[in-house]
Nanobody, 119 residues
């Protein structure tokens, strides 16, 4: 069973930066590098929203329209970790950020890390 643990959330002022991490473990048949990885977020009272995705090798990424140009997704397959560098944070970036690992029909989620943007 793949286990994902997010960290790095916290309280930040508008315009500030945070870097989230996702540590993955529990791989058996496959390795971390066999999984495409995603970040999602969910604000209070809203549906879960796609934030960013990165390919297995880390050579390509895509972003949700609301975070393009401000967030950067990356991964370190040697460390079984994924990251989300968030710059120029806005109030609307607040929410619980979730790490997601996908391979074929299999998908795994972390428990989330809270990001609060407040002055």
């Amino acid at each position: 069973q793949v286990h994902l643990v997010e960290s790095g959330g916290g309280v930040v002022q508008p315009g500030g930066s945070l870097t989230l991490s996702c540590a993955a473990s529990g791989f058996t048949d496959f390795t971390f590098s066999d999984y495409a990885m995603n970040w999602y977020r969910q604000a209070p009272g809203r549906q879960r929203e796609f934030v960013a995705a990165i390919t297995r090798a880390g050579d390509n990424s895509i972003y949700g329209d609301s975070v393009k140009g401000r967030f950067t997704i990356s991964r370190d397959n040697a460390k079984n970790e994924m990251y989300l560098k968030m710059n120029s944070l806005k109030f609307e970036d607040r929410g619980v950020y979730y790490c997601n690992a996908v391979r074929g029909y299999r998908g795994y989620w972390g428990q989330g890390t809270q990001v609060t943007v407040s002055s």
